[in-house]
């Protein structure tokens, strides 16, 4: 069974900053693509950024240059550095990963976070 687990999130300020941290646990064999999903009140969720394994970052135009994706394939995590956040950045965040569950495997399954709030509002 494997799980995300994430941390952070919280009230903040316009122009304000916020980490997200997310840490994948359980039996399987590698991680394909860690990355983070927003939805907001009313709208349809959305790929905020992901990072797959040995590739490149990708970013949703908005929050280009703002936020910032890492990865730590050692500890399995993925943390996201959001900078300047506006109250269009208002929305539960959730971790996201497709993995590989044997060496063997020929698919991947997602998996999802529990979800964290971020609230934007002075």
């Known amino acids: 069974q494997v799980q995300l687990v994430e941390s952070g999130g919280g009230l903040v300020q316009p122009e304000g900053s916020l980490k997200l941290s997310c840490a994948a646990s359980?039996?399987?064999?590698?991680?394909?693509?860690m990355g983070w999903y927003r939805q907001a009140p009313g709208k349809q969720r959305e790929l905020v950024a992901d990072?797959?394994?040995?590739?490149?970052?990708n970013y949703e135009d908005t929050v280009k240059g703002r936020f910032t994706i890492s990865r730590d394939n050692a500890k399995n995590t993925v943390t996201l550095q959001m900078s300047n956040l506006k109250p269009e950045d208002t929305a539960v965040y959730y971790c996201?990963?497709?993995?590989?569950?044997?060496?063997?495997?020929?698919?991947?399954?997602?998996?999802w976070g529990q979800g964290t709030q971020v609230a934007v509002s002075s």
């Open positions: 990072i797959p394994t040995g590739g490149t970052t």
């Open positions: 996201h990963a497709e993995i590989w569950p044997r060496r063997d495997s020929t698919v991947f399954f997602a998996y």
């Open positions: 359980g039996t399987f064999f590698r991680i394909k693509t």
